[in-house]
């Protein structure tokens, strides 16, 4: 689960991590009150949205009065925002961060992740801020300083030194990088994130640290005992099929193509993809209904599927282990039937009372076409659209 900077950025507070005074505004009026509130020679404007590079796509933007920052939110609000992160439709920029200016000396990288091969939280830091980390890490991957964290031992105190050496710190910066290092590992912990960067991290024309960018993701898997954080969630940047299927257990991804697959595993699901551009075609989306699926879930399966309207056809690919093929059939003729399928649909089942599954199928009276085995599903459902296009 992603959430939004200035979100970000009062987790920082309460975790004593020094950010640039500000708050967010969702209307003009409210970014111009807030900027009044501020005592600051200038301000920055900043769109809210789950995704990277918004200042090289005009999200970002310094504001030298109150009239350029009404006139920068009125231009922001309401927009859709896109950067190399985003689709071609872009982030609907429905919130705005006004925060005062920041007088800066030198701009670094800090980031904390989840390293599943050791096990362990590992930090990293660069003299590179500002800079997309992927470039530098490609180019000047020695600029990059990592330490793995032992849990049981947690951040010691040399693995601070050890970052404010490599990031040319002076010793009271140093300090500073102690606190905000311990403080960061401390958040991280108790909220179970999976991701936390800042860049950049600055010394300020002061000479203080300071977070000027606030980016954390969350374990979802970890949501249940966070409420707190559950509750920061902004449903409008989500792609809106990918939320509707969260409502119902269902894992869905948008894709390009125009065969929609519904599929029970996620290894299946890859699986399925892979056969059906092995034969020439293109999957619409990933979509794994669960191991223990039933009929209704199906059923809103299919529903969401066809919401999707590049969709020329559907392959059911369900192995009946937890859940019965019978069930799934059901599912299927019921889908089938409520939302008035026009465009082909392919099923292959097998596992636990598949006959009975297919003896449905086929008794339906419905236009369903079986597939003997994947490979063979696969190639009928492509073959069903460049049919149809023929």
Known sequence: MNIHEFQAKQLFRDYGIPVPDGAPA???AEAVAVAREIDSDGWMVKAQVHA???GKAGGVK???SIEAVEQISSGLLGTHLVTHQTTAAGQPVNTLLIEQTS????ELYFSMLVDRASKRIVMMASTEGGMDIEAVAAA???KILSVSIDPVAGLQGYQVR???????????????????MHGLYKLFC????SLLEINPLIVSGKDELMALDAKINFDDNALYRHADITALLDASQDDEKEHHAQQFGLNYISLEGNIGCLVNGAGLAMATMDLIKLHGGEPANFLDVGGGTSAEKVAEAFKLILSDSKVEAILVNIFGGIVRCDLIAEGVIRAVREVGISIPVVVRLEGTNVEQGRALLRDSGLSIITGDGLTDAAGKVVAAVQGAKA
Not at 103 to 106: A, L, N, V
Not at 165 to 172: A, K, M
Not at 190 to 193: A, H, I, M, R, Y
Request: charge should be neutral; include cysteine.
């Open 162 to 180: 050890e970052f404010g050496f490599g990031l040319g710190l002076t010793g009271e910066q140093i300090k500073q990088l102690g606190r905000i």
């Open 26 to 28: 969702t209307s003009v």
């Open 103 to 106: 007088e800066i000396q030198r």
């Open 190 to 193: 108790e909220k179970d994130c």
């Open 62 to 64: 310094r504001a030298a």
């Open 140 to 142: 000047t991957p020695e």
């Open 52 to 54: 990277g590079g918004r």
